[in-house]
């Protein structure tokens, strides 16, 4: 079965694997998928797919029920060790939950809990993850991109001709962490921009409910502007120069995930600085010294969220203690 495949940007005449450029693991669409070849479809998932559930935690839990993340945990000997944090409420709801689920990051061995006195953890994304996000939601960009140039009717020569443009062939390179091509232009690509969530959540046909949304923009000069967002939390802006002008001037991606509801209040998280201080509530012995990086945060945790942990929460203003 001949097929092309928008990753590598080739023809194919092998069994083609199923890509859903919007991540099933954060709710995306069954039925939005695109064939891509398998190296591609393997490539990329291990760039961005498997780390989006535990990257996009924040905004999933109400609907999974479960947390992964990965932080900082303060031992009992007053050492830090990086840590991986598993959380699943359908487990047995007791108030030391949380911290029967630490793993040792580096050795992947569990932590006991008695060993523990505190754990912190981003709300965000900590700057390593930032590139991983970026390379993820250039690869739904392009992915849309190429979706709805699908659905318009437009046939997969001139598909492959808007691809093989310099800037879209940039963003490929970059979505799939390969070389940087030589003939490589600039680009512009602005992650945490609360007013594009803002102007597309006002867009959406139904406000109230959260959702995953891509415009695509065919400007006069002929150069692409994208604006995307995930769970109405997450938004970006990428800007493309292209040579090759389509009639429509607009294509616009719209999942609505009903089960989900929209927040209150908009607010990009991919760059938010708030931290969790999670002290253990059954540590028992002499409580080691808080690290200077706990002392100032703050929390946009929900009392809600804060039943889900079963355990207790210590926040404070900036320069007081979490202790």
């Known amino acids: 079965m001949a097929y092309y495949c928008f990753l590598c940007n080739e023809k194919h005449d092998d069994s083609p694997t199923e890509e859903h450029f919007i991540p099933r ?54 050492t830090l060790k990086p840590f991986k944090f598993s959380y699943y409420e359908d487990s047995e709801p007791e108030e030391a939950t949380a911290f029967r689920y630490i793993y040792d990051r580096e050795s992947n061995t569990h932590i006991p809990s008695e060993n523990v006195y505190a754990i912190a953890f981003p709300v965000g994304l900590r700057p390593d993850e930032q590139k991983t996000f970026c390379r993820g939601v250039a690869k739904i960009s392009i992915g849309a991109l190429a979706y709805l140039l699908k659905n318009q009717g437009v046939d997969v020569p001139t598909i492959r001709q808007i691809f093989l443009q310099t800037s879209i062939d940039a963003i490929r390179h970059f979505a799939l962490d390969l070389p940087w091509p030589g003939n490589a232009v600039a680009m512009r690509f602005s992650l945490g921009r609360s007013d594009v969530l ?20 065919f400007q006069e000069d002929n150069s692409i502007h994208v604006e995307g967002m995930l769970y109405s939390q997450y938004g970006w802006m990428l800007d493309l120069s292209n040579q090759i002008s389509f009639e429509e001037r607009e294509l616009r991606l719209e999942n609505s995930i009903t089960h989900m509801s929209a927040p209150a209040t ?52 900036a320069g007081e203690k979490c202790m």
């Open 198 to 217: 803002v102007r597309l959540q006002r867009s959406c046909d139904n406000q109230q409910v959260r959702n995953h949304v891509l415009k695509i923009v």
């Open 25 to 78: 693991s954060i709710d995306g669409p069954e039925y939005q998928w695109l064939p891509v070849c398998q190296a591609s479809n393997t490539r990329s998932n291990c760039v961005f797919d498997n780390d989006a559930r535990d990257m996009l935690y924040w905004v999933r839990y109400q609907n999974t029920k479960a947390l992964k993340r990965s932080g900082e945990a303060l031992l009992a000997n007053g």
């Open 266 to 317: 908009l607010r990009d998280l991919s760059l938010s600085p708030d931290t969790i201080c999670i002290v253990n509530p059954n540590f028992r012995g002499q409580k080691p010294t808080i690290p200077y990086h706990w002392k100032i945060f703050n929390t946009i945790l929900s009392n809600d969220f804060l039943h889900l942990l079963g355990v207790t929460l210590r926040s404070t203003p």
